[in-house]
């Protein structure tokens, strides 16, 4: 039998759309991604999505999507994508949580469903209580204001005819033209799909287990940052992500001398090594915070190691740079520029820094 949403129970225990013969209604191409990526009735309609992190062990960046009847979350991060979705009437109830260490000084928006629903998502779930209620928690929206007003909102007047929905949600957001650069298939936040180009390329003369310290969290990591200008550095440990892929997430701030604007800097990175075991390729992706238009874009970054072939006692790096847009600007270009212009000198002073400080850390070793 079927419910009055066009929603039914598969014999798989997840949820099946039923069509509806009454949409003739022409789809958004934005709609279009959304139900193709979540695999929902063509009648469904997009409300609004916001850009977040899913709080689990380890904070994964992806976008949070608000439709007539589904709450669905999607991230690729490196290829390695997460999706799952869940009904309004199956969230028992939503709380806002006030900001903490772990959640890098974002509030959190804690939704709680009720018990044995939404078990096919329960894989990104924060955690599952006693009564069998799943919790997600969700961090480090854009505006985190905007983004809880609408979803109680939109959860609050769940009973009322879909087509009422999106004049509520208009009203608890700004109206600012808002919209996410996608396909026709899906919607991308992979440095995969940046286009990347080349900024920076050089044989050092140290070898590359001393290189990549630089990324081990430890002394020179933090020296060599600090020096740079970054504030309040900090590192999570490497954990193990999938197969032979590492995680870890950084955290910090610009100084005055870096940027003007200052800004808070969150990364995330993951780290492999290269299928002839002669190096590591780092996969990296940054977002900006507290700075103009930071909210649009993301910034991806990769190193290259690998040992040198002239020399045992060196290695070459090379970096590439992309950005993925995730909204529009008529600055996209001049921003693109002068994001490029600064991260390429950036990767150059920084490696030139812990080039300077090995090669004195050596020096010091041989004179003891």
Request: aromatic share 10%.
């Amino acid at each position: 039998m079927a419910c009055p949403c066009g929603i039914r129970a598969s014999f798989n225990g997840g949820m099946e759309f039923l069509p509806s013969k009454r949409s003739t209604t022409v789809i958004s191409p934005r709609t279009s991604s959304v139900i193709v990526l979540f695999g929902l009735p063509p009648e469904e309609f997009l409300i609004s999505d916001f850009t977040c992190q899913l709080k689990r062990k380890l904070p994964l960046q992806g976008r949070l999507f608000l439709s007539a009847r589904i709450v669905g979350f999607y991230a690729n991060l490196f290829g390695h994508k997460t999706k799952f979705f869940f009904l309004w009437e199956d969230i028992e109830d939503i709380q806002v949580l006030p900001p903490t260490f772990s959640s890098v000084g974002s509030p959190l928006l804690v939704i709680i469903l009720k018990k044995d629903r939404g078990l096919d998502a329960r894989r990104a779930a924060k955690s599952q209580d006693e009564e069998g209620r799943l919790r997600f928690c969700f961090q480090s929206f854009v505006s985190f204001n905007v983004a809880s007003r609408t979803i109680m909102a939109l959860w609050r007047t769940r009973t009322l005819p879909a087509e009422q929905k999106p004049q509520i949600a208009e009203e608890q957001e700004d109206q600012e033209e808002r919209s996410i650069m996608v396909d026709d298939n899906e919607i991308v936040l992979d440095a995969e799909d940046a286009k990347m180009s080349k900024v920076y390329g050089a044989e050092l003369p140290i070898n590359i287990n001393s290189l990549m310290e630089m990324f081990g969290g430890g002394k020179l990591e933090q020296k060599v940052m600090v020096k740079y200008g970054c504030l309040n550095y900090t590192t999570t440990a490497w954990e193990a992500f999938k197969d032979d892929i590492l995680e870890r997430r950084l955290s910090y701030k610009f100084n005055r001398h870096v940027s003007v604007f200052g800004g808070e800097v969150t990364c995330t990175q993951q780290k492999f090594p290269i299928a002839n075991g002669q190096g590591w390729i780092l996969n990296e992706v940054m977002a900006l915070h507290d700075v103009p238009f930071s909210d649009h874009f993301r910034v991806h970054l990769r190193y290259q190691i690998e040992k040198s072939a002239f020399s045992h006692n060196a290695c070459k790096c090379d970096v590439y740079m992309g950005i993925t847009w995730l909204r529009s600007s008529k600055f996209q270009q001049k921003i693109t520029q002068n994001i490029t212009d600064k991260f390429t000198d950036r990767v150059r002073e920084i490696f030139a820094l812990v080039e300077r400080e090995i090669l004195l850390a050596t020096q010091r070793d041989i004179a003891f």
